[in-house]
C-alpha cells in the first residue's frame, strides 16, 4: 500500500469513578474490539465501525464486516475494509490500504491486527483463492510496503491471529489457518520470519482454537495463550533446536477447575511490578451455558503472567454472550458481546486498589511450637485477582516461615524457636491487581509467645518457727539450672510474705494463732523469666505458736440502730472478743467501755446492772444497754476494748473500737397506713376535703396523697396530688340540681426516690344546686328595611354562675307588633308584621324574657330593643360664589337624595353651620320657603319629604364672617333616628353656579340682594 499506515498505542493510567463496568450500544453485531489507551475503545461490527473516547462516540465508519479498525497517534480513526481499501471518514485522514500491494490484489482480508509498536500483520485470500499473510514493518515513515510473509493455495485464513512485542521490540504474530483436510495450523512470526508452527499436545488438529493471545516476557520469546472449547492453554514460545513444531502448552489453572470454553483472551504486561506482573480477561462460557469472565492473578514475573486464573465476579450479568476482549495497560479493558445493536460493548477500568481484608492483624505463635497455618487475604474493589506475597526477611533467626499463594489469598506455615521473653517480629505483605500504581503492602504482626519458664529455684532456710504476735524470719531464693536466667522471683503463701526484690522474702506472723498446739504455714517460691513466665515452685514451711492478742470488739464504722418509744432500747454487746473466741484453752476475755461525749437528751445508758454509766466512770462487763424515749432521734458513741490475761505474756490488750447507736422514731410501714378524709364545707358553698393518715410519727415521711373527683359512674373529674396532711379543694362541677360525687385518696410516699402505695378511703360530697339567673341581651336593635319591616336576632346570655338548664320564652310587652308575640329558646329572631318605616323607625319593642329552671324556680327581666334604621339619605353640601361686594352674601345648597325605594315624610334635617352666619328666612326645601327652628350652632327644618330614588334640594343664605372659614353640615333624622350619611362636599364655583348645581342658592341671593335694596332705598327717602 502507498499510504502510511503507522499505529501506536499510547500508553497511561485510566481513572475511573467507579468499578463497576459501562455498557455501549453499536450497530449490528460485534466481531472485533480494540483498546488503544485507557478510555479508547474501538469496535467493529457486522454494520458499522465506531469509535469511543471515554464514554463519548468519537468516530462512526458505516463498513459492513471491517477486518480490523485503527486510531493513529494523530488521532485518525479508519478501518479496513473487506477488499483491502482503508477507510477514514469524513476527513480521509488516512487513504490507501492493503489492496495496494502490487504483490497481489485482495478480495477478501479476513483479519488485520498492529502491534503496540506500529507493525502490521494481515490474513486473507487473494485471487485465485490462495491464503496470503502480509507483514508491514516498523519505523517505515512513509507508504509502507505490506510484504508477503507466505502464499499457500492449500490453506485458508481464519480470523484467530495474535501480535505483540517483546523487550526489545521484536514483532511477534501467531496466525490460524486450516488446509483442505479441515486441518488446523498455528504458524509463529519473529517480524517477517516463519519461526515454527505451533501445537497444542493433547488437542486433535481438526478442533478450531477461538482465540490466540501473545504478550511479552523479560526475554526475546513472548508467551502464547490459546483458547479453545477445551479451556485455555499457555506455553512459553522457544524456537525448535531442530525441524517441526513447537509445543510448549499445558492447560493453565484456574480456581475451581471450572469448565470454559474460551472464545477470547488478552493479557498484558509491562506495568506491574516484582509484586505483581500480568493483567488480562478471558471470556467464554461454562458447561451450562454460562456467560464467564476469568481474571488473570498477578504473577511474580513477566515470564509467569497468565498462569493461574479465577472467575471475575464483576462481570456477573452480563446482557449478552462475550465474543471478544482487548485490554491495554493493565487498566482498561471492552468486551465485544455477541447482541444486535443496543448494549453490545462492556468497557471496564481498573480503577480501585487491593486491600487487605483478613490475615494482617496480630498473631501469637507458642515458642518451640510445630507450624502454625495463618491466612492473609486480599480483595479489589473492582473485583480482579490479586496476588499476595511477602517478604520473611524480619522473622531471620526466631520463625521459620514458609508461604502457598492463591488468589487473594496467601497460607503462611510458622514455626517458632525458643525464647526467654516474648519476641515480635512484622513479615511485610504486598498485594497487587497487575498494575505497579496499585500495589499497596501490609503487614502482619507475629508475636513468639514465652511459655516455657525457669528451672525451680533453691530457697534457705526450708523450715523456720516463731509465735504469734513474734518476731519476724527470712528467706532467701537462689538460682536454678537452665537457659533462662530469673530476672525476679515470686513468692505465694497465706499470710503474705515481704518481699524487697533482691531474691529474700520476709515472714511476718499473724496476729493470733488460734490452736493451742500452734499452726504451720506452707509458702511456694518461683523464678520468673525475662518474658514473665515463671517457673515450677520451692516449698518452704513456718511453724507459729498460738495465741495472740484479743480482737477489736467493733469493726471500723460499727453503728446499732434503735427505734424510739416506749419502753425502747438496745443492747450493746461486742462483736467479737478474740479470734480464737471458741477455741479449747483460750483464757478468758473481758471488755472495758467508756463514753466519749455526754449523753443527748431523751437517751440514757445502762450497764448490765442496771446502773446509769457516766462518760467519767469506765465500766467492765459483757453489755451495756441503751434505752431512748419515745420518738427521739439522736446518736450515741460508745468505745470499748478487749484485755486478756495469759500464762506467759500477762496481760494483753486489743485496740480501741467505737460503736454508734443511732435512735430514731420506729419505722412504719406506709404501704399499711390508712388514709383519713373529712369533709369541711365552706360559706361560699365549696367543700374542702382534709387529708390525714393512721400513721404514729408522719413528719418522719414525705406522705402524699393521690386525690381523685369522680362522678357516680366512676369517671374521673378532676386529680391532684396533696401533701399528708393537708387539704384539698375539689373542682365540684356547678350544677342545677343537688348532684353526688365521690372523692378519693391514695396514700403514698417517695422519699428516697422510691414510691411506696399506703390505704386509700372515699367520701361522698355533694354540691348545691345553681339559681336560675338572666345575663345581658346581645343584639341592641332590630333594623328596618324598606318594605321589609324591622327584624334583628336576639341573644339571652346567662351568668355562668347561673343554671343553664332552663327552659327560656320570650313575650312581647308594648311596641309595634311582631310576628309571633311568643317566643323560645336562648338565641330568637323577631320581626315586626309592620312594614312602614315612618311607623317603625324610633319605637322600641318590649321584650320579657323567662328562665324557668323547674321545681318552681325561674327568673325574669325585661330587655327595651330599640327600633333603627340604616341611614338612606345621602346628604352633599354646595356654596356659591358671593353676588356681589353689595351684600357679600353667600349661597348654601344641600342635596338630601333618597337611597331607599320607599317615600318617606316626616323628615327632619338638622343643618350645622359654623365660620358664617346664616341669614333667617333664607331657607328653602325645594323652592319652597319654609320655617326653620334655630338650634345651637344651626338650624333645623321638620316635615321634609323625600320620593323614592329622588334627591330634595334645601337653600339657605350665609353671611361670611370676617376671619375663619366657613364650615356646613347636615343630618336628617327620621323620628329622632339618624338616616343619613355624609359624603364628600362638592367644592364651591367661582362663576356662581357650583359643580352643575341648579343655582338656586343664586336666585336666592339676588332676591333678597334686591328687597335689601328697596328697604335702604324707603328708609333714605
Not at 816 to 839: C, F, H, I, K, R
Request: glycine share 12%; hydrophobic share 40%; charged share 20%.
Amino acid at each position: 500500500m502507498r499510504a502510511a499506515i503507522v499505529f501506536s498505542l499510547c500508553l497511561g493510567v485510566a481513572t475511573a469513578a467507579s468499578a463497576e463496568w459501562d455498557v455501549f450500544s453499536v450497530d449490528g453485531v460485534p466481531r472485533w474490539v480494540n483498546t488503544w489507551r485507557p478510555g479508547v475503545v474501538s469496535v467493529a461490527t457486522t454494520e458499522a465501525a465506531r469509535l469511543w473516547e471515554n464514554g463519548t462516540v468519537t468516530g462512526d465508519i458505516l463498513e459492513f464486516f471491517a477486518p480490523g479498525t485503527f486510531l493513529s497517534p494523530s488521532g485518525c480513526f479508519a478501518v479496513v475494509r473487506r477488499d483491502g481499501a482503508l477507510l477514514s471518514p469524513p476527513l480521509h485522514c488516512l487513504s490507501g490500504g492493503i489492496a495496494d500491494n502490487p504483490n497481489t490484489t485482495f478480495h477478501d482480508v479476513q483479519r488485520v491486527r498492529i502491534t503496540p509498536s506500529s507493525t502490521g500483520y494481515s490474513m486473507g485470500l487473494t485471487e485465485p483463492d490462495e491464503l496470503e499473510l502480509l507483514f508491514s514493518g516498523e519505523g517505515q515513515a512513509a507508504s509502507p510496503p505490506w510484504d508477503r510473509l507466505l502464499v499457500n493455495p492449500t490453506y485458508r485464513p481464519t480470523y484467530v491471529l495474535g501480535v505483540t512485542d517483546t523487550n526489545g521490540g521484536a514483532p511477534h504474530a501467531i496466525f490460524q489457518v486450516t488446509d483442505n483436510s479441515s486441518m488446523r495450523h498455528l504458524l509463529w512470526f519473529r517480524g517477517h520470519d516463519l519461526v515454527s508452527e505451533v501445537v497444542v499436545a493433547g488437542i486433535p488438529a481438526t478442533v478450531e482454537h477461538s482465540t490466540v493471545d501473545l504478550f511479552a516476557t523479560e526475554g526475546p520469546d513472548p508467551v502464547a495463550l490459546i483458547g479453545n472449547a477445551s479451556g485455555l492453554f499457555r506455553g512459553q514460545l522457544t524456537p525448535p533446536s531442530s525441524p517441526g513444531p513447537v509445543s510448549p502448552f499445558s492447560p493453565v489453572t484456574v480456581q475451581g477447575s471450572p469448565s470454559v470454553s474460551i472464545a477470547s483472551v488478552d493479557v498484558n504486561t509491562g506495568k506491574g511490578s516484582r509484586l505483581g506482573e500480568g493483567y488480562g480477561l478471558a471470556v467464554g462460557t461454562d458447561g451450562s451455558g454460562n456467560n464467564v469472565v476469568l481474571g488473570a492473578v498477578p504473577a511474580d514475573s513477566a515470564a509467569d503472567a497468565g498462569t493461574l486464573w479465577r472467575v471475575h465476579p464483576a462481570f456477573a450479568g452480563l446482557p449478552g454472550a462475550p465474543m471478544e476482549v482487548s485490554c491495554v495497560d493493565s487498566t482498561f479493558c471492552a468486551i465485544a458481546l455477541n447482541r444486535a445493536t443496543a448494549f453490545n460493548v462492556v468497557v471496564y477500568s481498573n480503577a480501585a486498589k487491593p486491600e487487605f481484608t483478613a490475615g494482617t492483624g496480630a498473631l501469637n505463635v507458642d515458642e518451640s511450637s510445630g507450624p502454625t497455618v495463618h491466612q492473609v487475604v486480599a480483595t479489589d474493589g473492582d473485583g480482579d485477582a490479586v496476588r499476595v506475597s511477602m517478604d520473611a526477611t524480619a522473622a531471620a533467626g526466631l520463625l521459620d516461615v514458609s508461604a502457598v499463594a492463591q488468589p487473594d489469598q496467601l497460607e503462611l506455615r510458622l514455626s517458632a524457636r525458643e525464647v526467654c521473653k516474648d519476641e515480635t517480629r512484622v513479615l511485610q505483605l504486598f498485594a497487587s491487581d497487575g498494575l505497579k500504581d496499585h500495589d499497596v503492602d501490609g503487614g502482619v504482626s507475629v508475636r513468639v509467645v514465652n511459655r516455657n519458664g525457669p528451672a525451680a529455684p533453691g530457697v534457705s532456710p526450708s523450715r523456720a518457727s516463731t509465735v504469734a504476735g513474734g518476731s519476724a524470719r527470712v528467706f532467701t531464693a537462689s538460682p536454678g539450672a537452665g537457659p533462662c536466667p530469673p530476672r525476679d522471683y515470686v513468692w505465694s503463701g497465706t499470710p503474705a510474705l515481704v518481699t524487697d526484690g533482691s531474691g529474700t522474702a520476709t515472714f511476718n506472723p499473724p496476729a493470733v494463732v488460734c490452736q493451742s498446739e500452734g499452726a504451720t504455714y506452707t509458702y511456694t517460691v518461683q523464678a520468673r523469666d525475662e518474658g514473665g513466665v515463671w517457673s515450677a515452685a520451692t516449698l518452704f514451711t513456718v511453724d507459729v505458736a498460738p495465741w495472740g492478742r484479743p480482737s477489736v470488739p467493733f469493726g471500723p464504722g460499727a453503728r446499732l440502730a434503735l427505734a424510739s418509744g416506749p419502753d425502747a432500747g438496745v443492747d450493746v454487746v461486742p462483736e467479737a472478743l478474740h479470734e480464737c473466741t471458741g477455741t479449747a484453752g483460750l483464757p478468758p476475755v473481758e471488755t472495758v467501755w467508756r463514753l466519749g461525749m455526754a449523753v443527748p437528751v431523751g437517751l440514757s445508758v445502762k450497764d448490765a446492772n442496771g446502773g446509769t454509766v457516766s462518760p467519767e466512770s469506765p465500766v467492765v462487763g459483757e453489755r451495756l444497754r441503751v434505752e431512748a424515749a419515745a420518738c427521739t432521734r439522736a446518736s450515741l458513741e460508745l468505745i470499748a476494748r478487749n484485755r486478756m490475761e495469759t500464762g506467759a505474756g500477762g496481760v494483753q490488750e486489743g485496740a480501741e473500737s467505737t460503736v454508734r447507736v443511732d435512735v430514731a422514731p420506729p419505722v412504719e410501714d406506709v404501704t399499711a397506713a390508712g388514709l383519713n378524709l373529712t369533709e369541711v364545707r365552706g360559706g361560699d358553698g365549696q367543700v374542702d376535703i382534709q387529708l390525714g393518715s393512721t400513721l404514729l410519727c408522719p413528719a418522719e415521711y414525705t406522705l402524699k396523697a393521690r386525690m381523685f373527683l369522680r362522678d357516680t359512674a366512676g369517671g374521673t373529674l378532676a386529680d391532684a396530688v396533696v401533701d399528708v396532711p393537708g387539704s384539698w379543694r375539689p373542682p365540684l362541677p356547678a350544677a342545677c340540681t343537688v348532684q353526688e360525687y365521690v372523692v378519693r385518696g391514695e396514700l403514698f410516699e417517695e422519699s428516697g426516690g422510691a414510691q411506696r402505695n399506703g390505704g386509700t378511703a372515699e367520701l361522698r360530697v355533694s354540691t348545691e344546686a345553681l339559681q336560675p339567673a338572666l345575663g345581658a341581651l346581645e343584639g341592641e336593635a332590630l333594623e328596618a328595611r324598606c318594605g321589609e319591616g324591622a327584624t334583628a336576632t336576639l341573644t339571652q346570655t346567662i351568668p355562668s354562675n347561673a343554671c343553664r338548664e332552663v327552659a327560656i320564652t320570650w313575650t312581647q310587652v308594648s311596641g309595634p307588633a311582631l310576628e309571633e308575640g311568643t317566643l323560645s329558646g336562648e338565641q330568637v329572631s323577631v320581626a315586626t308584621s309592620g312594614t312602614e318605616l315612618e311607623a317603625l323607625v324610633g319605637e322600641s319593642v318590649v321584650l320579657r324574657v323567662t328562665a324557668d329552671a323547674g321545681d318552681g324556680r325561674s327568673a325574669t327581666t325585661e330587655h327595651v330593643v330599640p327600633i333603627t334604621v340604616a341611614p338612606f339619605v345621602d346628604v352633599v353640601h354646595e356654596t356659591e360664589s358671593p353676588l356681589g361686594s353689595e351684600t357679600g352674601l353667600v349661597g348654601v345648597v344641600a342635596r338630601l337624595r333618597n337611597t331607599s325605594e320607599c317615600r318617606v315624610g316626616g323628615l327632619v334635617h338638622l343643618e350645622r353651620v359654623e365660620g358664617v352666619e346664616w341669614v333667617p328666612g333664607s331657607v328653602k326645601v325645594d323652592g319652597r320657603p319654609v320655617v326653620e327652628r334655630a338650634v345651637d350652632g344651626g338650624f333645623e327644618v321638620d316635615g321634609i319629604t323625600l320620593e323614592a330614588g329622588a334627591t330634595g334640594t334645601l337653600t339657605y343664605v350665609v353671611r361670611p364672617a370676617l376671619l375663619g372659614s366657613a364650615r356646613h353640615g347636615g343630618e336628617v333624622f327620621l323620628n329622632r333616628v339618624l338616616v343619613s350619611g355624609s359624603i364628600p362636599d362638592a367644592p364651591s364655583s367661582g362663576c356662581g353656579c357650583s359643580g352643575g348645581g341648579s343655582g338656586a342658592a343664586v336666585f336666592g341671593l339676588v332676591a333678597l340682594a334686591r328687597l335689601l335694596r328697596r328697604r335702604r332705598a324707603g328708609a333714605e327717602g
